[in-house]
């Protein structure tokens, strides 16, 4: 039997995160999406509460306490109070956890113990392509073999916090497969570019890729010669995904609440009219139902099972349901929903970006 309940650790780790986001992130982050910047100090605060480095190996500096579905708990607990500072506070998994899983030896020695410093490091990954019918199992990036080195070309975009990484994990297509490649900043043929307009999420920073005859050494390749097992990577990314979606229609749905609770017309809360009533218990089943699906497919991803499936179900749900509740807590404040000086318009704006996400997330 399944048991979702939070041990004791847990508990303390998530309602730290809980801390973190009522008292940090929602005092500053309507200013960070207006002004399109995050300041470093909450980057740095979110990076030492320790998340990542718990995950990592003891061998390598670490804890060694890795659990997707602690990280689930975590994740949503912190996009509750901003999607945008999450992501670029995890911006680093998005390297730690593929080599964690899927590295070689000398790939974890090497990268590992830069998790467990201070400061997070700036490492990045780019999955995402500028594509109308954009998969991550059928990319348009390429990785060639030649001699001792790959030739990596194509275009990737939404990558976060690459104008400053000092290695980019490069998601390629390989003889049919996608692959890994670590490529250190400054590579010749790879090209940061301008950073992207986005619809929401405008507080991170994320950039195009270009990269044109961008020549690495073959042992870059994450994983060695055996490469990487991507769905579970994908899967991964999409816990992280799915709790952070989690976390943004909670949000929507409270402050709808609250809203209702206290917007009196005709005499009474809106709250008692059966309409508005009906629409926030569906919201709060949603969530719920949203919620299992993630905490399911993280304890499989824990148990070491396939969750493919399981995952790919659970993205369409998630997709679905971070929407309509955003929408939906808009309608609760009618007219007041569409005004930037209320944060629901903005939680919607940042729920349609979650059917473009994948890779943009991992724990």
């Known amino acids: 039997m399944l048991d979702f309940r939070p041990d004791e650790e847990q508990k303390m780790l998530t309602d730290t995160i809980a801390r973190f986001a009522r008292e940090r992130l929602r005092k500053v982050y309507r200013d960070a999406e207006e002004e399109g910047e995050i300041p470093a100090a909450l ?8 998340l990542l480095p718990t995950a990592i ?19 949503e607990e912190m996009a509750w109070g ?3 500072v999450t992501l670029a506070v995890m911006a680093p998994n998005l390297v730690a956890v593929p080599v964690m899983l899927c590295g070689t030896e000398a790939q974890r020695e090497e990268y590992l113990p830069r998790f467990c410093n201070e400061a997070p490091p700036k490492l990045t990954a780019a999955l995402i392509e500028p594509l109308v019918q954009f998969s991550p199992y059928r990319l348009k990036t390429t990785a060639v073999r030649e001699g ?26 390989e003889g ?12 010749p043929g790879l090209t940061v570019g301008k950073r992207d307009k986005l619809m ?3 507080a991170l920073t994320t950039n195009l890729l270009t990269l044109s005859d961008c020549r690495i050494p073959a042992e870059n390749k994450l994983g060695g010669e055996a490469g990487i097992d991507f769905s579970l990577l994908l899967n991964h990314s999409r816990v992280a ?7 943004v229609a909670r949000a929507g749905f409270e402050y709808a609440r609250d809203y209702a609770k206290q917007r009196v017309q005709f005499g009474e809360p809106i709250a008692h009219r059966q309409s508005i009533a009906f629409m926030l218990a569906d919201m709060a089943t949603e969530i719920d139902e949203a919620r299992l699906l993630v905490w399911e497919v993280a304890w499989m991803l824990d148990q070491g099972q396939d969750a493919t499936k399981e995952a790919t179900i659970m993205k369409q749900q998630i997709d679905r349901m971070v929407v309509l509740v955003a929408d939906r807590a808009v309608q609760v404040l009618g007219g007041y929903g569409y005004i930037r000086e209320y944060p629901v318009e903005l939680w919607l704006r940042n729920a349609r970006g979650f059917a473009s ?3 943009l997330a991992i724990i």
Request: hydrophobic letters at 50%; a negative charge.
């Open 82 to 84: 901003d999607l945008a």
């Open 148 to 173: 001792a080195e790959y030739v990596l070309e194509g275009v990737k975009t939404f990558v976060p916090l690459a104008d400053e990484a000092e290695a980019i994990l490069i998601y390629a297509n």
């Open 43 to 50: 980057v740095q605060a979110g990076w030492e509460i320790g």
């Open 200 to 202: 929401g999420v405008k």
């Open 57 to 75: 190996p003891e061998a390598y500096g670490g804890f060694g306490e890795y659990s997707s579905v602690t990280g689930a708990l975590a994740i």
């Open 241 to 247: 995904l799915g709790a952070a979606a989690v976390g």
């Open 357 to 359: 996400f994948d890779g």
């Open 176 to 187: 049919g497969h996608t692959q890994a490649f670590l490529v250190p900043a400054g590579t």
